[in-house]
């Protein structure tokens, strides 16, 4: 028995050979190297002059963003975790409580003028700001995050980034959630004369990618229209997919360039660079997507598109999970040698779900019958409460290697709007499930806490393509959640908690969901058909039942 046991287990060096050659096999699934980019933040804080109905008012202005340190020629430049903080004097938000307005919600539009050795073009840095109480005394306070369109140059020198105006829509509310009479409130705000050459908030240098490329120095020319024809050397702009860099309700002018109108669309040719389209090459050939841009990628960065279906069985109906953006950092992938003989390669990741600078879904709307005769719409979003972790372990059974995966994230459900019967349903701003959404966990000693358990199971035939689930290659996941009970849902002293509770709350939830290819964002050339031009994940996956 003893000489038995020493023929079964393997040579030190049998094992590192066979660790060897499963990572070969596999090579194709684990990132490749590459130099993470350097950013800073910018914080800015600016006196503005703001006219409202009333007359004009004093205002400061907190411009924050992330933006790369330098970037070279072609390079798509973006700025990260963006927001426009306004803050109006007590003035304003007694304006506001003559109007009986117990919170405001708010859309800011930010002028941001983009310039490089000598020419220059306006973009619009889009913001929305959750609804915020009017106070009783002192100053409102009101900060707009979203997106912000990406810039590329053709040409070396400095790029500079330049506040400029600021136009605000308010929308005030009652109470009770009703509108105010006026429903909504325009302001427009300009630099005050103290905020003279304090307006530059970023100059990125910008240095050549080839000999070919213009010098500092060299006048920019405006960019041509997509085709064979040599690329342009001024800098220019495309707003992430999912959203246009035009202002809310305000649809792009035809044209060659396809360019929104605005002041950067009425620049003459030879004036200076124009805004690019709406999914220009960047994302062209592909559906449309929410942005899933990695800010500060590493050579271990991945980022994939994640849609699918959830059953909520109290209202005997789906719920669509819509496209959300899903950022992970690889761990360093392991060789496990078990008692059993078997070899396994097990890696643990670790990432987040992205939007808007915030770890949530996209808001999605789903439509039921009520207590199954009342027609209701419900807007919600899934709101990240912990760390995304993804472990998976490949059993190496040469040539046929099989995967599987488990996600766990903690998940809460948040209520934005409801309607019934075609009735708004006023729920506040704080309406959301009490805990994190809960499935059966296989290691609760491991895992303890509420949180949503998938797992995705998959086939790795040497030199074919994955079956089934793969990180890297995606795929279905599937399992089963618990809804909890709903607080702070109502306004007006109406509790609505145990209404959406016995609607919606309960267990035996079945998701599906459909995880597309991932893109490794930190490689130095991303395989095609996995990312686009800017490193974003280029398959946008379809919803499965």
């Known amino acids: 028995m003893r000489g038995q046991r020493a023929a079964l287990r393997p040579s030190r060096a049998q094992t590192r050979g066979a660790a060897i050659a499963a990572l070969v096999a596999l090579a194709p699934l684990l990132p490749a190297a590459a130099v993470a980019l350097g950013s800073h933040e910018v914080d800015t804080r600016l006196p503005y002059l703001c006219t409202l109905p009333s007359g004009p008012q004093a205002a400061t202005v907190r411009i924050r963003a992330t933006v790369p340190d330098r970037a070279t020629v072609g390079e798509t430049i973006e700025a990260a975790d963006v927001s426009t903080t306004l803050e109006l004097p007590a003035a304003v938000a007694a304006e506001l409580t ?23 073009t306006d973009v619009t840095w889009l ?21 912000v369109p990406a810039l590329t140059t053709g040409t070396a020198g400095d790029l500079t980034l ?52 213009p010098s500092p120095g060299t006048p ?34 035809g044209g060659t360039t396809g360019a929104p109108p605005g002041p950067a669309a009425a620049t003459e040719a030879g004036k200076g660079p124009r805004v690019a389209p709406e999914n220009a090459p960047a994302t062209a050939g592909r559906p449309k997507a929410p942005p899933c ?15 699918g279906y959830s059953n909520v069985h109290k209202l005997d109906g789906a719920s669509l999970i819509p496209v959300s953006c899903v950022q992970l950092e690889q761990g360093e992938p392991v060789i496990d040698f078990r008692p059993d003989g078997t070899l396994h390669l097990l890696q643990k990741s670790e990432g987040s779900l992205r939007y808007q600078g915030r770890k949530q879904s996209p808001p999605f709307t789903s439509t039921f019958l009520t ?14 409460a912990g760390p995304l ?64 358990v998938l797992l995705g199971k998959g086939q790795l035939l040497n030199g074919t393509d994955a079956t089934g689930y793969v990180l890297t290659s995606g795929g ?43 893109c490794a964002v930190g490689v130095e050339v991303p395989t095609e058909g996995q990312c686009t031009a800017d490193r974003q994940p280029y398959v946008v996956p379809k919803p499965e039942r």
């Open 98 to 120: 003559a109007l009986d307005a117990a919170t405001v919600r708010a859309e800011t539009t930010l002028t941001v003028g983009v310039g490089q050795n000598g020419a220059s």
């Open 127 to 147: 913001g929305t700001a959750q609804p915020a109480p009017v106070p009783a005394v002192g100053a409102l306070t009101l900060t707009g995050t979203g997106d």
């Open 162 to 213: 330049t506040a400029g105006n600021l136009a605000v829509g308010l929308a005030p509310s009652k109470a009770d959630g009703t509108p105010t009479s006026p429903a909504s409130l325009s302001v427009s705000c300009v630099p005050g004369p103290d905020a003279e050459n304090r307006t530059v908030l970023a100059a990125i240098p910008v240095t050549p990618g080839s000999a070919a490329t």
């Open 220 to 253: 920019s020319t405006p960019p041509t229209a997509p085709s064979s024809s040599p690329p342009s050397s001024a800098p220019s702009s495309s707003a992430p997919s999912g959203r246009p860099s035009t202002p809310a309700g305000r649809e792009p002018t």
């Open 293 to 307: 841009v990695t800010e500060k990628p590493t050579s271990t960065s991945l980022s994939a598109y994640i849609t």
């Open 371 to 384: 207590f199954g005769f009342a027609p209701t719409k419900a807007t919600l979003v899934l709101e990240q």
């Open 389 to 452: 972790v993804v472990e998976s372990d490949v059993l190496l059974v040469f040539p046929d290697n099989i995967a599987e995966t488990y996600i766990r994230v903690p998940l809460v459900l948040r209520v934005l709007d409801v309607e019934v019967n075609g009735t708004p349903l006023d729920v506040g701003p704080d309406c959301r499930t009490v805990t994190p959404l809960s499935s059966p966990e296989p290691q609760p000693a491991k895992y303890p806490g509420d949180h949503l």
């Open 476 to 518: 279905p996941l599937t399992g089963e959640v618990t809804i909890p009970a709903f607080k702070g849902c109502g306004t007006g002293g109406e509790n609505l908690d145990r209404l959406l509770t016995a609607s919606i709350s309960g267990p035996g939830n079945h998701i599906r969901q459909i995880q597309g290819q991932t």
